[in-house]
């Protein structure tokens, strides 16, 4: 039981890390998913200076034309290049989710555990509305906000946060009730720490392992959601390339440019695949059944 | 016990109607305001209050509403001036006979590859069918459905992509426009509840009482079906009915790509065109299903698990 001691130095939590991130690479799953998320990324950032064309320049002559050596994934209906958009077009997503995403993961990791520490009425008080927040279907949470406040990213940021850290709560408590038990708490009490110094030196680093594996987990459910959205028309608004919208425009001329559907679906596709190949070996690497987790 | 679950599942059900009123109640603008649009100001505004009854106070109206709709009267839609409960009624249909629909196809198709993939653990079909199941219930519904439709409505064209039957059609006409909907619903919904079958089975085949069953030498088969799967499959009912909360979003979605007149685009509808009324009583049933379900769950699990019918029945 090494993770016993209170506060490892800081050059061993590293080395631990390092082992961590040696072990997922080990793994095939892991392997192909942070190359996958790799990729993603560094094409996120560098993007905007390898891109062949202008992602809003519209071409009436170019409309819907098939992949050539010009337009390599073709054109869409306003004669935009598809190669272009689709590089462009995980920036937003990538943005939001990727600051979305520790947001959820810290409010409500921080409260789960605290609340799992402390129990008594308030905990089952708030449990009880947990329930309620999990029972209604999160695009109709995410869209009463979304309609009321508009669509940009000073949006979804907070909303996405806010929602996806719900089931977090629930996941944090579940882990800490796990801790709680054990003689080390116990021990800590005993000696008459607070319950601060028992969450930061006790708690926090036993349950820091599950909240990794579920924020790689929220990850993926958050870029299903803002990519859904998007889709839905309630996303980022054009002419901003994003795959969910450049999927939807591209659904109607499906049956005669099935390219300007294809480039953005692969895209998007292979980012979620990549995050949750990594999920699933980090959570193998971590030791953590991540199977036995509801969905929501 | 079942009482308990009864009273904790209206609980449950009482703060979502509050989550759900207090919501649109804090959103700016009323259903007037969103009715008259630019005219909304002076007199004409404060008779179409006073018509709706909106200048009462929120306790008054929502006591009202939730009255009306214990009744089965969810009230009136801020622009039609239809009943919601007649709006939603074929809606409500439609989209049970999708969900139906998916489980009856997922369900067993889910427990059957879920005690398989379970069984043969690390095997070749299991990495199969484990990460295949990964990508179905992680890549968002509307790709898996428009590749689903580029592949068997344009390239093969063996399945129509497109629901056309109107909202109050009998259920027979769906097919077999309802038939991609349901693969794409149904692959989600097999997804996430073959990753609990198996983990369920697994967790349950390197149990004490499997161990001593293998020991004493008992035929394999009858070890997974009589000792095994019966505790493996328990779990796995309170799984579907968390699936199916979990589905009701990607329904949503579903809905609007095929076009299907379910509920769920009919949510889409009233949230574009801010008809508050009927987005509350959506929210509320949908919120309802939701915590039917997991007790109807709650009471299968307590009929079919001989350890938990006599608790109940001693009433601990």
Redesign the interface.
Known sequence: MTEIAATPAENTRLQRALGVLRDVMARP?GAIGLTLVAFHLILAIISPWIVPYDYKAMDSLLMLKGPSGAHWLGTDHLGRDVLTRVLLGGREALLVTGIATPIAVIWGGLLGIFFGLVGGRLDEVLM??V??????????KM??LI??FGTGIEVLIPTLAFFYGIPVIRIARAATHDVVARDFVSAARARGHGRITVIRRELLPNVLDTLMVEGAMRW??ML?AF??LS??GFGVSPPTPDW?LM??DA?GF??FA?WG??GP?IA??SL??G???TA?ALAKALGI?R??K??? | MLMRRLFLGAITVWIVSVIIFAGVEVLPGDACTAFLEREAQGKLLENCREAQGLNRSAAERYFDWASGALRGDLGVSANGQKSISELVGNRLRNSLLLAVCALAVGVPTAIFLGVVTGLRRDKPVDLVFSTTAVFAMTIPEFVSATVLILVFSVWLGWLPGIVLTSAGAPVSEFFPEIVLPVIVLGMVMTAHILRMVRSSVIEVMVGDYVQMAILKGVPYWHIVFRHALPNALLPAINVVALTIAWLLGGVVVIEVVFNYPGLGRMMIDAISDRDLPVVQAIALIVATVYVGVNLTADLMTMVLNPRLRTHALRGS
């Open positions: 799953s009880r509305v329930d309620a927040f999990l029972s209604l279907p999160w695009i109709l869209l009463v309609v009321t993926s459910w299903l990519s859904s889709f839905l969910g999927i939807a659904r499906m049956s099935p559907v294809l679906v998007l596709s979620i695949i995050i949750n190949l699933d059944d199977a036995q509801a969905p929501v």
